[in-house]
């Protein structure tokens, strides 16, 4: 989650670069319906690509945890009770 959270800073940062370089007035885009739906359509785009990335990283950390869990049950116990 870490990384989208990055992504996503890092694209607002470029696209408020960009309507500074493009003389762009914010007020005048949100009057316009196509700026609108660009918002819309982008903002269901980077929840539904968080939404994947993050289920893949849950999905690789269950795995990670169900293989270390395997492991220490095949480690034989160690200590001083195997006189």
């Known amino acids: 989650m870490k990384y989208t959270t990055i992504i996503g800073i ?47 990283y849950k999905k690789r950390n269950k795995a990670q945890t169900i293989q270390t869990t395997k492991v220490q049950d095949t480690t034989p116990p160690t200590g001083s009770h195997n006189l």
């Open 10 to 56: 890092l694209l607002i940062a470029i696209a408020i670069v960009a309507s500074f370089v493009g003389k762009i007035k914010f007020g005048d885009l949100l009057t316009q319906p196509e700026f609108v739906l660009g918002l819309l359509y982008g903002g269901g785009l980077g929840i539904l690509i968080g939404g994947i990335i993050g289920w893949m």
